[in-house]
T-cell receptor, first 113, second 113 residues
């Protein structure tokens, strides 16, 4: 079945550092890919998405590129802020149109001032 | 504009008691999802509905769990009888058939003692 694997956390960085959170997937066909973010005490919210190969999703300074050849969707940000501290989830949606998302295990990110 | 509403936000109950969690999706959304989040197992999809009809309940852990969606604006997740291992944060999310984005509620933190 479809699956998503994220780099294990927790990840701790200093403010203004460069961030990469790795995400790889296994799926039949061509899924849509997402990054969701969960701030403390809240539900998940969509951060960015990409629906086909070579698409780049971007939002709030975060970027991720859909790489079909490496089945990856790594999340990057050039200069993180304390307010970026959260748990980040990579997810995929099956290309056959099923509504459900398959989530990775989440990566906890802490940014120190 | 109201988001997904969940109640209660916190629930503490004793083992063996019945627990009912409630969700009101965003108006106009026709898909509804119930998730469970724990440290050990991460984020798990329990069941999802499309147009009030259960589509996939393969994630429901056992017969003690049941979910209903009597109309487009209300859903319940019931656990009877509850057990300590059911302690988790339960999220409800909703979306439209056309959109990839799921909107999450704030969650219900359930503690079974």
């Amino acid at each position: 079945g479809d699956s998503v694997t994220q780099m294990e956390g927790p990840v701790t960085l200093s403010e203004e550092a460069f961030l990469t959170i790795n995400c790889t997937y296994t799926a039949t066909g061509y899924p849509s890919l997402f990054w969701y973010v969960q701030y403390p005490g809240e539900g998940l919210q969509l951060l960015l998405k990409a629906t086909k190969a070579d698409d780049k999703g971007s939002n709030k300074g975060f970027e991720a590129t859909y790489r079909k050849e490496t089945t990856s969707f790594h999340l990057e940000k050039g200069s993180v802020q304390v307010s970026d501290s959260a748990v980040y989830f990579c997810a995929l949606r099956d290309f056959q149109g099923a509504q459900k998302l398959v989530f990775g295990q989440g990566t906890r990110l802490t940014i120190n001032p | 504009d109201a988001g997904v509403i969940q109640s209660p936000r916190h629930e503490v109950t004793e083992m063996g008691q019945e627990v009912t969690l409630r969700c009101k999706p965003i108006s106009g959304h026709n898909s509804l999802f119930w998730y469970r989040q724990t440290m050990m197992r991460g984020l798990e999809l329990l069941i999802y509905f499309n147009n009030n009809v259960p589509i996939d309940d393969s994630g429901m852990p056992e017969d003690r769990f049941s979910a209903k969606m009597p109309n487009a604006s209300f859903s319940t997740l019931k656990i009877q009888p509850s057990e300590p291992r059911d302690s988790a944060v339960y999220f409800c999310a909703s979306s439209t058939s056309e959109s990839y984005e799921q909107y999450f509620g704030p969650g219900t933190r359930l503690t079974v003692t």
